[in-house]
């Protein structure tokens, strides 16, 4: 059974940073996507970020430049750590994020090259983090 278990949130100023972390236990399969996505209560899902077991990331225009999403993963892929280092956070980032994960050797198909903006359909899905920033 595949667990995502996200930590790391909590309350920051504007300008400041965080960064989550998200504990992947139970994967079994030779190759992930995985996810950091958020949400503000009463609003859609955002994509953030993604990677590959490869390594390869994808942003999500609104963070590019400022978040980076890396991992680290054991041979077999049983434990992973996904990471989410997230700088000058503003008002606007503040959110429940959310570290998801699918099985596939790229997260291209969750882009959207129009806008700049990730998809959300992730089959594993932990119980989230919450990230608040004041002014």
């Known amino acids: 059974q595949v667990q995502l278990v996200e930590s790391?949130?909590?309350?920051?100023?504007?300008?400041?940073?965080?960064?989550?972390?998200?504990?992947?236990?139970?994967?079994?399969?030779?190759?992930?996507?995985?996810?950091w996505i958020r949400q503000v209560s009463g609003k859609e899902r955002d994509g953030v970020a993604t990677i590959v077991s490869d390594g390869d990331t994808l942003y999500a225009n609104s963070v590019k430049g400022r978040f980076t999403i890396s991992q680290f993963a054991s041979q077999d892929n049983a434990n992973i750590t996904l990471y989410l280092e997230m700088n000058n956070l503003q008002r606007e980032d503040a959110a429940m994020y959310y570290c998801a994960a699918d099985v596939g050797s790229t997260c291209w198909r969750y882009y959207n090259e129009y806008d700049g903006t990730l998809g959300t359909e992730f089959g594993y899905w932990g119980q989230g983090t919450q990230v608040t920033v004041s002014s």
Request: aromatic share 10%.
């Open 8 to 35: 790391g949130g909590g309350a920051v100023q504007s300008g400041g940073s965080l960064k989550l972390s998200c504990l992947v236990s139970g994967y079994s399969y030779r190759t992930y996507c995985m996810a």
